[in-house]
Each structure stands twice: as C-alpha cells, then as structure tokens.
C-alpha cells in the first residue's frame, strides 16, 4: 500500500509546483520592460504628466528631464509631443497619469515619442512606446541614465 502512495504524492507535488510556476509567469507579466534601443535612440528621457483629451493623450505635457543629449533640453518644462495622441493601450496609454517617454527632437523645436528601431520583421518600424511610471520603471530608467552618464 505504501508503494501505490509515492506516486500519489509524487504527482501531487509536481502538480503544485507546476501551479505555482503558472503564478509566477501571471505576476512576471505584469512587469513592464523598457525597450533599449528605443532609448539608445531617444535624445530625452522625460516623466510627463499626461492628460486624457477624449479617450486620447493631450500631445501637451508638464514634463521633467531625467536626461537630455543637449544640456540645453535639462530646463524644459513643457513641451508639445506631436505624435503622443497617436499613443493607444497597445503603446502604453492606459488613462491620465505620469509616464517615462523617450523623446526625440525635430526641426523646429518640436518634438516626438522615439519609435522602437526595427529589430525584427515582426515589430512595426513605427511602433511607439510610454511607459507608465512605477518604482520599476523608475529603476530600470536609471539604470540607463547612469549608464548614459558613463559614456
């Protein structure tokens, strides 16, 4: 009888562990990973505190730098992101708040969300993303600036 037990309890074990493996992957996913080389790019990294204008970001937001390329950039408190509104759930848009945006400078003082370099057929050329701002976002940020700060 107690041979007919091992398996039992065997199976039992690799059973929970097998669920304790699937919550782990469901808390793991919500974890938001900045994408690198959108940031190798980006000429600004700014927290902006972006509001909703119909279901849409406002392209006009309070911003602070947490680095800039050109030392000028490092005072802006404001700037008018053409192409945020174009920013839905699917870029990172989930309603008012703050956000980690990597910024790129146009002509004319104008600027735009850097899109995510072309790596892979798979991702669009012209994929843009905002990240909400969350002490993990925070880390991970500066990380990157610190290492921006090296070079």
Same mark, same amino acid.
């Given at each position: ?45 700014? +927290? =902006?505190? *972006?509001?909703?204008?119909?279901? %849409?970001?406002?392209? @006009? ?5 947490? &680095?800039?390329? /050109? ?41 735009? +969300? =850097?899109? *995510?370099?072309?790596?892979?057929? %798979?991702?669009?050329? @012209? ?5 909400? &701002?969350?002490? /993990? ?15």
């Amino acid at each position: 009888m107690s041979r007919a037990k091992f398996p039992l309890i065997f199976s039992a074990c690799l059973f929970a562990a097998w669920l304790g493996f699937l919550l782990f992957l469901v808390i793991e996913s919500r974890t938001v990973v900045l994408s690198k080389p959108q940031f190798l790019i980006a000429q600004l990294y700014v +927290v =902006a505190e *972006v509001k909703d204008d119909r279901g %849409k970001p406002s392209p @006009d937001v309070a911003i602070r730098v947490l &680095w800039a390329q /050109d030392k000028a950039d490092e005072t802006l408190k404001e700037m008018t992101i053409a192409d945020l509104p174009e920013c839905g759930k699917k870029q990172g848009y989930h309603g008012p708040g703050s956000y980690l945006i990597p910024v790129l400078k146009l002509r004319n003082r104008s600027f735009a +969300v =850097a899109a *995510v370099p072309q790596l892979d057929a %798979k991702i669009p050329a @012209d994929d843009r993303r905002i990240y909400p &701002w969350t002490p /993990d976002v925070q880390k991970q940020v500066e990380e990157l600036v610190a290492a921006k700060n090296r070079e």
